[in-house]
C-alpha cells in the first residue's frame, strides 16, 4: 500500500526509460500496483517492456462483494498479472489456503496469471515445518487446476520470516524450498517443472540478488521495498538479465 500519482509517474519513467536504452529488459519484468493506479499504470507503461497486474483479486466473477474488484476490471485495465495469496494477505485478512486457490483459478478463468505466493514463518521454520507448510499452500492450488492452468501460473516463494525482520535466508535455504517446490509441481503436471517460474520473495535486494538468481531453481524475484526506488529495480532486473 504504497505509491500517489506523482510518485508512480517519476518511478515508472526512471524504471522505463533506462530498459529502454539498455540491455537490461532480457527477463520478464512487471510491476503490481494498486487497484486505483490500475489506469496510470496502463497509461505509462502501454509499448513499454514493462508489464502491470495488481496486488489482489476477488475470486467472485462480480455481484455483491463490496469493496471487491473482480478479474474482469482488472483486464479492462490491461493487467496481465495478479498476486494472490501474498503473505499479509494471509496473516491480515485471514486467507485460507482454499480462498487462495479459488482466486488463482479464477484469475487463469479470466486470462490473468496468478502470481501465487507461498511461504512458512519463523515458528514453522524453527519447527521444521517448511516444507510440510508450503508443499500444503501450493497442493491447494494445484488440486484445482488442470494440467494446462497448472502451465499458466508462476509460483512465488515468501518466507515470511526474512521480510522485513532482519533475518537472511541464505541462497542455499532458498533454494532448497524452491528445488522442493519444483518437485511438487512435477508431480502434478509433466510438463510443470521446466515451464513454471518459481520466483523468491524473500527481500531481494540488490546485494543479494546475484547469488540468489543464481541458484537453479530461483528464476526471479517478487520483489517488495526494493522496488520502490528504481535504482534498486533495476540492479536487481539486471542481476536477473
Not at 495469496?85 to 482466486?103: L, Q
Not at 518459481?198 to 517478487?222: T, V
Amino acid at each position: 500500500m504504497n505509491g500517489s500519482l506523482a510518485g508512480n509517474a517519476a518511478l515508472l519513467a526512471d524504471i522505463t526509460t533506462s530498459l529502454k536504452q539498455t540491455a537490461a529488459n532480457d527477463c520478464d519484468v512487471a510491476v503490481c500496483v494498486p487497484a486505483p493506479y490500475l489506469a496510470q499504470a496502463q497509461a505509462l507503461l502501454a509499448g513499454t517492456p514493462v508489464a502491470w497486474g495488481a496486488q489482489d483479486m476477488s475470486m467472485h466473477a462480480g455481484g455483491a462483494y463490496t469493496g471487491e474488484v473482480a478479474a474482469a476490471m482488472l483486464l479492462e485495465f490491461g493487467a496481465r498479472y495478479v498476486i494472490v495469496g501474498h503473505s499479509e494477505r494471509r496473516a491480515y485478512h485471514a486467507e485460507s489456503d482454499e480462498a487462495v486457490a479459488k482466486k488463482a483459478l479464477a484469475a487463469l478463468q479470466a486470462g490473468l496469471i496468478p502470481l501465487v505466493c507461498v511461504g512458512e514463518t519463523l515458528a514453522e521454520r524453527e519447527a521444521g515445518d517448511t516444507e510440510a507448510v508450503v508443499g500444503r499452500q501450493l497442493d491447494a492450488v494445484l488440486a484445482m487446476l488442470d494440467a494446462q492452468k497448472i502451465l499458466r501460473m508462476v509460483v512465488a516463494y515468501e518466507p515470511v520470516w526474512a521480510i522485513g525482520t532482519g533475518k537472511t535466508a541464505t541462497p542455499q535455504m532458498a533454494q532448497d524450498v524452491h528445488a522442493f517446490l519444483r518437485a511438487r509441481l512435477s508431480a502434478a503436471s509433466a510438463d510443470a517443472a521446466a515451464q513454471v517460474q518459481i520466483l523468491y520473495g524473500g527481500s531481494m535486494k540488490p546485494d543479494n540478488a546475484k547469488e540468489l538468481l543464481a541458484m537453479p531453481d530461483i528464476d526471479g524475484g517478487l520483489i517488495g521495498g526494493a522496488a520502490l526506488k528504481a535504482d534498486d529495480f533495476l540492479a536487481i532486473v539486471r542481476a536477473n538479465a
